[in-house]
């Protein structure tokens, strides 16, 4: 039988071949299993509306249930010579249940079967990334609340400026963490609509049923336009990205603050031996490397809505093989930014806090606020009362 989807009597050159799968079998792998789900709806829908028998719909969700279950133990795998998730779909359901496995494909095209995969994917993802979001928020709360009485000098220009608290500085990173979970909520809104039975961009003559495919596989609503449908490849993977992007600004900000506050010229926070690396010549280091790392990998997450935009934005309406790449940018970020909350999450409880660091003599003059503050209190004008501090420091 033909391994191909769409092969007919002259087989593709194999150089050809290799470079248009590319990386697929391997980034197909993230989405296999929402492949399973969003055939099971269709097999249920080309049932329900009399496309296929109720037998063979038996077979089919049995087939399905079986590359699931293969899928869950890593034993799925995409054959040589079998392009894509989807076309080793149908190979399985084919070679188990003959031309039975030939019609799950009824009424739909791989332009909207990997749609909905990808869908239904970054939907799970966005929420396992709100998930751990909200467990370092929780982290970063309970420090706030224990540290909120301590002293943390504050700084502008790289220079001392005023004091603040280690409890200001954990809660500053949290509510940042909160405008960035709705970000994620609305890339998820963005990412809950439907595409399956837009087909190739076009739609399809048989009498499908939209409604029940989108209830079936928990979607909120389904895309009204075949065409849009079509053109959300891309933009949901976008609009994921930058709410990733988003979460990474605030994970760098946060790491770069760390590896400078552990520097002994700042000497103010600190972390258990186990959570830091040494050198191989200096014996005393103690270097931020997770950090440092956190910090690399997240701005570099913050680039990618711009790469996903040079490769989707001067493309028209309608499917073009330049989206296959989109995978390569969405599936490693999602993976990328988890890895970094988990890190944060699991290092984040140790942290010591030197609780003595404000009394060095080089923040002697950090309550020069203070001081003209108190002469305004007591009736003097602000300028003046600047002028008279500056004096007394200068």
């Known amino acids: 039988m033909k391994t191909k989807l769409w092969e007919k009597e002259i087989k593709t050159d194999k150089l050809i071949e290799k470079f248009t799968v590319g990386n697929d079998k391997t980034m197909d792998l993230f989405i296999a299993p ?19 028998s109720e037998e063979e719909l038996k077979q089919l969700l049995q087939g399905l249930n079986e590359i699931g279950t293969m899928i869950r133990e890593g034993k799925f795998t995409i054959n040589d010579g079998i392009e894509d998730i989807h076309s080793q779909i ?6 188990r249940f003959g031309e039975t496995g030939k019609k799950i494909h ?7 079967q990997v749609l909905t995969a990808i869908k239904l994917y970054l939907k799970h993802e966005l929420a396992v990334i709100r998930s ?18 301590i002293i943390l000098p504050g700084y502008t220009h790289f220079q001392v400026a005023m004091p603040s608290s280690f409890g200001q500085w954990f809660l500053a990173y ?17 990412c809950d609509k439907n595409p399956l039975g837009s087909a190739a961009g076009y739609g399809t003559n048989f009498n499908i ?45 946060f790491s770069y603050d760390i590896c400078l506050y552990l520097c002994q010229n700042f000497n103010f926070i600190s ?19 997770v950090f440092e790392l956190i910090r690399a990998k997240c701005n570099i997450l913050q680039g990618l809505p711009n790469q996903l935009s040079l490769l989707t934005n001067n493309l028209p309406s309608g499917y073009h093989r330049d989206m296959q790449l989109t995978k390569e940018l969405i599936f490693p970020a999602i993976e990328q930014i988890k890895d970094c909350l988990d890190v944060l999450i699991h290092v984040l409880p140790n942290i010591q806090v030197n609780e003595q660091c404000s009394e060095e003599e080089i923040y ?30 200068n």
Do not use: C, W
């Open 271 to 289: 972390f258990p031996e186990q959570f830091t690396t040494g050198s191989s010549i200096m014996p005393h280091k103690k270097n931020p490397d």
């Open 174 to 190: 949290s509510e940042s963490i909160e405008d960035d979970i709705e970000l994620i909520d609305a890339a998820y809104k963005i």
């Open 34 to 52: 929402y492949d399973v789900i969003a055939s099971k709806a269709h097999a249920k829908m080309l049932q329900a509306i009399g496309l296929i």
């Open 132 to 149: 751990k979001s909200i467990e370092l928020q929780s982290v970063l709360n309970e420090l706030s609340a224990k540290h909120q009485n």
């Open 106 to 112: 009824t009424a739909r095209s791989r332009n909207d």
């Open 209 to 253: 049923d939209k409604e029940f495919t989108t209830k079936e596989m928990g979607f909120a609503s389904y895309n009204k336009s075949d065409v849009y449908a079509q053109m959300t490849r891309g933009k949901s993977e976008k609009v994921t990205l930058m709410a990733i992007s988003s979460l990474a600004h605030t994970l760098s900000k």
């Open 90 to 95: 149908e190979f399985y359901l084919t070679l």
């Open 364 to 393: 002697k003059h950090m309550y020069s606020v203070n001081a003209v503050n108190e002469l305004v209190m007591k009736g003097i004008p602000f300028r003046e009362a600047y002028k008279e501090i500056a004096m007394k420091i």
